[in-house]
C-alpha cells in the first residue's frame, strides 16, 4: 500500500497533540487523586504548591499544636488564610499579571530579613507586606484563641497600637520565638529597647541568664492592672516571687504596699537591690524635712548639719533594716540611740 507522504504530515501533528493532552490530563487526574495532606487535614489543595521548597517553608505547621490531627480543634489552611478561591484557581481580574493573593495574608514572619534589624523584621518590611488590615489579621488568631488570657486583648495596648499576633508569634516553625524563654526577650526588644539597655546594667533580674522572661511579670495580650501586669496590680505580681514582702505586717511602708517601683526598677538599675537611687537619696527624696532626714547631706557632722553620718555612711538601711514591714510596735522597727 502506498502511504501519501504529504497527508501523513498533515495529521500527525494533530494526533500526536490530541495524545499529549489527553495523557496530560489523565496524569493530572490521577495527581489530584493520588495526592495526599501533608500537614493538616484538606490542605493538599494548597500543599500542591506550597512545600518545602519555598522561601519561607510552610510544612513545619505541622510540628507544632496547629497540626495535631487527632484534635478537632485544628484548622486548616483556609481557617487561617480564607476560603482563597481566586488565589487556588488563578481567577484574574483586568489588569492583573500575577496570581492573585488569598483572601487574608499575613507578614511579620519572613526568616530570610536582616536577622541584626528586628525591628524591620517584625514591624518595618516584612510586617507591612500584606495589604490584609491588622483586625482582620488578629481576628484569624482571636476566632480560636480568646478568652482565657487574652479576655483582655481588645483593650490591651499593644491591640491599640496595631501590633498584629504575628509580629510577635511564628506560626509555621516548631520553634516560635517568643515561647522560648532563652529568644522571647529579643522579640520584646525589638520595640521595648530602653529595657533592653536596662537587663544590661549591673543589677537587673535574670533575664539575661533565662531565668525571668518578660511573661513572668507582664501579659503581652492585656490585664487588668496596670502596665500589663499578669496580677492585678504591680505589688500583686512581684510577691509572686517576693512573697516575704507581702507580709502581713504590723507596720508597712506605705511605698511597698503602693507600688514596688517607686523605690525599684524592675529592668535594672546600676544601684543595688534594683533600686532607682542609692540610699540615702533615694529615701529623701520622701522623708523629709524633719530630723536627720531632711538634713542637706555633709562628708562630715562638723559643719552644723546632722546628715554626715548618713551620707557616710550610704544607708538608711543601716539602721532601718525592715524597711518592707515590721512587726516592731514602735517607730516601724528601727534602731534606737540613746
Known sequence: MKVDLKSVRRWLPAALLGVALLGGANAWGADDEERKDLALTGDKVCTRCHDETEAYPVLAIGKTKHGTVAD????????????????????????ETARPKPDLTFAGQITSA???????????????????????????????????????????LHAARDVACTSCHQVHTQHDRVRDKQTQPEVCF???????????????????????????????????????????????????????????FVRNHQPVTEDCTICHNPHGTVNDNLLKQRPPFLCQQCHEPTSHRGAIPALTAGNGTSGGGVTMGRGCVNCHTNIHGTNNPTNDGRVFFR
Not at 485544628?74 to 483586568?94: F, L, M, Q, V
Not at 491588622?134 to 486583648?153: D, F, P, S, T, Y
Request: charged share 30%; net charge positive.
Open 114 to 156: 536582616p536577622p541584626d534589624d528586628l525591628v524591620d523584621r517584625y514591624f518595618g518590611r516584612a510586617g507591612k507586606g500584606t495589604s490584609t488590615p491588622v483586625e482582620e489579621r488578629n481576628q484569624a488568631c482571636l476566632n480560636c484563641h480568646e478568652g482565657g488570657k487574652r479576655i483582655h486583648w481588645q483593650t490591651n
Open 72 to 95: 478537632e480543634r485544628t484548622p486548616t489552611c483556609t481557617s487561617c488564610h480564607g476560603d482563597s478561591k481566586r488565589h487556588i484557581e488563578n481567577i484574574r481580574e483586568a489588569g
Open 190 to 248: 525589638a520595640c521595648h529597647k530602653e529595657q533592653r539597655a536596662q537587663v544590661n546594667r549591673p543589677s537587673h533580674h535574670p533575664i539575661k541568664e533565662g531565668k525571668v522572661v518578660c511573661s513572668d511579670c507582664h501579659n503581652p495580650h492585656g490585664s487588668a492592672g496596670e502596665k500589663m501586669m499578669v496580677r492585678d496590680s504591680v505589688v500583686e505580681t512581684c510577691y509572686t516571687c517576693h512573697m516575704e514582702k507581702r507580709g502581713p
